[in-house]
C-alpha cells in the first residue's frame, strides 16, 4: 500500500528536567528565622475547662429544668393519668387536646429519663412500672375521670395504663370504677343523710319509755277520777306491746 513520504518516530527515554537539590544553607537559616510562632496562651490548657464538661453541664441543666417541670406537675395536679402513647396523625392529635381542654385536661409529653430518676426520689415511685415506653401525661387540678375516658374512647391510639388521683394510685379498671362513683356533693348527702338517722333513731327510742310511762299514769288518773264519780270508766287505750 501507499506510505506517506515523511515518517516521525521517537526512540529513547523521556527527558528529565527537574531533579531534587537541597536548600542552601542561608536559604535554610532565613526560613528559620521566619517561621511563624503562634502566641502562648495566657492560661495553659491544662487548666481550662473541658470542651465535654462543658456541653454536660449544659445538658444537666436542661435536664433539671425538665425534672423540675416533671415535679410541678405531679405537685399541682390531682389526676394524673398515664398513658401510652402511639404514633398517630397530628390533626387526631390536636382535635384531642382541643376536646381534653374543654375539660380543663392538659397533655404533657414526657421523657422516662427524666421522670423515671424523679420519680425514683418521691412518693409516686410505685408508679415506675408504667413509664417503660413513649408516654404521654393526662393531668388536670380536678378528678375529671369520666370526660377523659369519654374522650379516650374515641382515640385508640392513646391506651391508658393507671392514674394517680387524689395521691391514691389506680389501675385502669381501678379508674372505670372511679369514675362510676357518685360526684363528691351526693356522696356526701348521703352520709349526711345515713349519719343523721341513727340519732333520731336513738333520741325516739330513748323517749319511747319516758311517753309509754306517761300515757300509762294519766290513764290511772282517769280511772280514780272516774271511780270517785262513779261515771263507768272508759276504756284503756291501746298502748304499745313493746316494753323497754
Known amino acids: 500500500g501507499w506510505l506517506p513520504a515523511l515518517q516521525l518516530a521517537r ?4 527527558a528529565v528536567t527537574r531533579h531534587w537539590k537541597a536548600m542552601h544553607f542561608q536559604r535554610q537559616k532565613l526560613m528559620a528565622l521566619t517561621e511563624y510562632l503562634a502566641p502562648r496562651p495566657a492560661v495553659p490548657p491544662r487548666c481550662l475547662p473541658r470542651r465535654t464538661e462543658a456541653l454536660q453541664e449544659a445538658d444537666d441543666g436542661y435536664a433539671q429544668l425538665l425534672r423540675r417541670q416533671a415535679e410541678e406537675v405531679f405537685r399541682d395536679n390531682r ?3 398515664i398513658c401510652q402513647y402511639n404514633s398517630m396523625p397530628g390533626e387526631d392529635m390536636a382535635l384531642m387536646r382541643h376536646y381534653l381542654r374543654k375539660h380543663n385536661i392538659e397533655v404533657k409529653f414526657v421523657l422516662n429519663e427524666i421522670v423515671r430518676p424523679m420519680l425514683s426520689q418521691s412518693k409516686y ?5 408504667l413509664f417503660v415506653a413513649r408516654n404521654i401525661l393526662l393531668v388536670s387540678r380536678e378528678a375529671k375521670v369520666k370526660e377523659m375516658l369519654r374522650v379516650l374512647k374515641g382515640v385508640p391510639q392513646i391506651n391508658l395504663l393507671g392514674a394517680c388521683i387524689d395521691d391514691t394510685i ?3 379498671q381501678g379508674v372505670e370504677n372511679f369514675a362510676k362513683l357518685p360526684s363528691l356533693e351526693a356522696a356526701q348527702g348521703q352520709t349526711v343523710g345515713a349519719l343523721a338517722l341513727l340519732p333520731s333513731q336513738t333520741s325516739s327510742l330513748l323517749q319511747r319509755g319516758s311517753a309509754h310511762l306517761t300515757a300509762l299514769l294519766d290513764q290511772h288518773i282517769r280511772q280514780l277520777q272516774d271511780g270517785e264519780t262513779g261515771s ?3 276504756p284503756a287505750p291501746a298502748q304499745s306491746s313493746e316494753s323497754h
Open 232 to 234: 263507768p270508766a272508759e
Open 11 to 14: 526512540r529513547g527515554s523521556k
Open 79 to 81: 389526676m394524673i393519668a
Open 125 to 129: 415511685k410505685n408508679l415506675l412500672p
Open 170 to 172: 389506680l389501675s385502669k
